[in-house]
């Protein structure tokens, strides 16, 4: 069955960050130990409940997606396997599906966002300007419609507590040079094509995602952290898209539509979740899973 973890605890090892869903420990030779939580944040809020299974589901659909892509873009795992790493006494039964150890890279300071659908914050953002991070879209598109074309959206990287603003691809350069930035773009809309072709021979939309990407000391880039999982992307169903309205998805976006419903300001504390909403958060990643990886969930 799976396992449930809120918050990890890893003795003997130096936590450097505790994330929104993961916790970052360091590891000697450059690398890293990476623990999906079963933490949700929505609206940037990390909400009290944990979704039992969810940090292993999500670190085993990265990992899916990390293989399938390789060829396209390198990324951050190491291949050793996170029991040889782990301090005595820790049960190896609670991290080994959830945990990763990865190449220490230099984080790019910016969400490289990919979108080949009008919605979320870019639904809102093109009904106020017509446009995309600057990009000019046609007039007349309607909510959850497929663009012309898959176009690169990037915003800020907010800390925890705060929201990402999208920003143009010049604010970009500015932050982190031309040449990176391009290096950036190509590498985002090459994955997502990839892997919305995959996703749609399976009957599953990816709308839009979100990478993180960094670089090694030679300034090589790597995509890292997660990929392609329902934290970082919105995934629909085939069968029940329509344009027009926000489909029914496979990813959080189930808790985000309950907690619209509710009388909270999106800032912390987050509200607690009702069991049906927990339950049928985790039912939703688990069938994502599944469809995708073909990963069966006990």
């Known amino acids: 069955m799976p396992t449930t973890l809120l918050q990890s605890e890893l003795p003997g090892l130096e936590l450097l960050h505790r994330g929104k869903v993961r916790d970052v420990y360091a590891l000697p030779g450059d690398r890293l130990l990476i623990v999906a939580s079963d933490r949700l944040s929505a609206f940037d809020v990390v909400l009290p409940d944990p979704i039992p299974g969810k940090g292993e589901m999500l670190t085993q659909i990265s990992n899916f997606w990390f293989g399938k892509t390789a060829h396209l ?3 951050h795992l190491t291949g050793t396997p996170v029991s040889e790493v782990l301090p005595a006494g820790v049960d190896p039964g609670l ?8 190449k220490r890279l230099k984080a790019v300071p910016i969400e490289a966002i990919a979108r080949g659908y009008l919605i979320g914050s870019g639904w809102k953002d093109y009904q106020a300007t017509g446009s995309l991070c600057g990009i000019r879209l046609p007039a007349g598109l309607q909510q959850a419609q497929q663009l012309p074309e898959p176009i690169f959206t990037p915003s800020t990287k907010a800390p925890k507590g705060s929201h990402d603003e999208n920003i143009g691809f010049g604010q970009v350069v500015d932050e982190i040079g031309e040449d990176l930035a391009e ?60 344009v027009g309205i926000s489909p029914p998805s496979y990813d959080k976006q189930f808790v985000r539509d309950y907690l619209e419903t509710l009388d909270w300001d999106k800032r912390a504390p987050g509200p607690k979740l009702p069991r049906e909403v927990i339950e049928g958060t985790a039912a939703k990643y688990a069938e994502a899973l599944g469809k995708l990886a073909g990963i069966a969930i006990p």
Not at 95 to 102: D, G, N, P, S
Not at 216 to 237: C, H, I, Q
């Open 73 to 75: 873009v390198p990324n």
């Open 95 to 102: 991290y080994e599906k959830r945990a990763v150890v990865v």
């Open 183 to 242: 290096r950036v773009r190509e590498a985002t809309l090459a994955i997502y094509r990839f892997a919305a072709a995959f996703a749609a021979e399976r009957g599953i939309i990816i709308a839009d995602t979100k990478f993180e990407f960094g670089t090694d000391a030679n300034g090589k880039l790597y995509v890292m952290d997660e990929m392609l999982t329902p934290d970082s992307s919105r995934f629909w169903p085939a069968d029940q898209y329509q």
